[in-house]
């Protein structure tokens, strides 16, 4: 099991309880809530996002896709999804893909789907392929308190 090291720090600083469930090493989303038997919709995916004045963390679950005009709107700004290169440097403590939806612990602003704020647990990325954070619907709500909370998703 390999943290990312800012990650962890957060993490820890948090005190929200938190337990890690392992799995096998997957390759999407939809796979990793497989491998490690958990309902998809609990799990939270990270989207970076890139924009003319950096980067920002969209956090969704997993079963859902961003919708990128309406956080433009939300935003006022044009959005692309970061590149692979991009997620590496600003993640570099994590495998690639792999990226913890608490953007706030890199100094990104994060935006976190209303539909995660309903769920009375949440699963999300450690920074590597193999182990996933558990936390309660309070505890994720608690990582998230500085975050944007908004409707952005759709089911996909």
């Avoid at 079963?63 to 939300?74: D, S």
């Avoid at 704020?117 to 505890?139: A, I, W």
Wanted: with cysteine; glycine share 8%.
């Amino acid at each position: 099991m390999s943290f990312g090291q800012k990650f962890k720090e957060y993490l820890l600083d948090s005190r929200v309880d938190f337990n890690l469930v392992e799995h096998r090493r997957t390759g999407s989303s939809s796979q990793t809530a497989q491998a490690a038997h958990i309902p998809g919709d609990r799990l939270a995916k990270a989207v970076v996002l890139q924009h003319d004045g950096g980067y920002i963390l969209a956090v969704v679950p997993s079963t859902h896709r961003v919708e990128l005009g309406t956080l433009e709107r939300t935003l006022g700004c044009k959005l692309n999804i970061a590149t692979e290169a991009d997620v590496e440097t600003i993640f570099r403590d994590c495998a690639v893909g792999a990226v913890p939806p608490t953007g706030l612990a890199y100094d990104l602003e994060t935006l976190v789907d209303e539909e995660l704020d309903k769920l009375p647990e949440v699963y999300f990325e450690s920074g590597d392929h193999r182990t996933l954070v558990h936390v309660t619907g309070d505890g994720f709500r608690e990582l998230m308190a500085e975050a944007q909370h908004t409707l952005f998703s759709h089911h996909a």
